[in-house]
C-alpha cells in the first residue's frame, strides 16, 4: 500500500502533495472545534482553514519546497541549515500572516488584520519552538517529493494550534497548553462519546 501511494506521488506531486495538505490543515481545524465546541460546529470555519490551506498553504508549501532545493540541494548539514534559516525567516511569517487575514477576509470581517496584529508576533514565537525541529528532519530526511505531504502532517498539529489561537487563544504557547489540559480532562470512548 505504501508503495502504491508512493508511487502514485511520484506520478501525481503537486495534486498528491497539496491534497494531502489541504485535508491535514483542514483537519487542524476539525480537531480544534472537537475538543472545543463539540456542541456547535462551525462548518463554515472549517471551509474558510480549507479554502486557504488549498488555495495558498497547500501550493505555496509545494513550490517553496522545490525553490529551496533547487538553490541549496541535498543533505549535507550546510545545506539543511540554509533551508531551515530561510524557511524560518521567510516562509514562516509569510504563512502566518496569510492564515490570519485570509480566513478573517473569508469571515467577512472589517478589519481583516485584527487578528493579525494581536495574534501574529505569539504566534510567530510559538512556531520557533515547533517548526525548525519538524523542518529540520524534513530537510534531512523527507525526499523532495513528499516533503509537502511531511510538512503537512506537521501543519495539522500546527492548524489545531492556529485554530484555536483564532478563536481563544493569544497565539502563545503557555494559552495552547493551558487549552490542552482543559481538554485533556476528558476521556474518549471509541464512539466519539464524551465520559467524564
Known amino acids: 500500500m505504501l508503495q502504491a501511494f508512493l508511487k502514485h506521488v511520484r506520478r501525481f506531486p503537486w495534486v498528491t502533495n497539496v491534497t494531502l495538505y489541504g485535508c491535514l490543515f483542514a483537519g487542524g481545524d476539525l480537531v480544534h472545534q472537537w475538543f472545543s ?3 456547535q460546529m462551525d462548518w463554515s470555519q472549517t471551509r474558510n482553514v480549507a479554502v ?3 488555495s495558498f498553504h497547500g501550493n505555496f508549501n509545494f513550490f517553496w519546497m522545490r525553490f529551496l532545493e533547487r538553490r541549496f540541494p541535498g543533505y549535507s548539514m550546510r545545506m539543511v541549515m540554509k533551508k531551515l534559516f530561510l524557511d ?3 516562509a514562516a511569517p509569510l504563512a502566518t500572516s496569510v492564515f490570519y487575514t485570509a480566513v478573517s477576509f473569508l469571515e ?3 478589519d481583516i488584520f485584527e487578528d493579525w496584529r494581536a495574534k501574529f508576533l505569539n504566534t ?3 512556531g520557533l519552538m515547533f517548526w525548525p525541529f519538524m523542518q529540520f528532519l524534513n530537510f534531512a530526511l523527507v525526499p523532495l517529493y513528499i516533503r509537502t505531504t511531511f510538512t503537512g502532517c506537521c501543519a495539522f498539529v500546527w492548524a489545531t494550534f ?5 478563536q481563544t487563544g493569544d ?3 503557555r494559552a495552547a497548553l ?3 489540559t482543559w481538554s485533556g480532562n476528558y476521556e474518549f470512548s471509541f464512539d466519539f462519546v464524551r465520559i467524564t
Not at 492556529?162 to 483564532?166: E, K
Open 178 to 180: 493551558a487549552w490542552i
Open 52 to 54: 486557504v490551506a488549498f
Open 37 to 39: 465546541l463539540r456542541d
Open 88 to 90: 524560518q525567516t521567510a
Open 162 to 166: 492556529l485554530c484555536f489561537s483564532r
Open 108 to 110: 467577512g470581517k472589517e
Open 171 to 173: 497565539g502563545t504557547a
Open 124 to 126: 510567530y514565537k510559538t
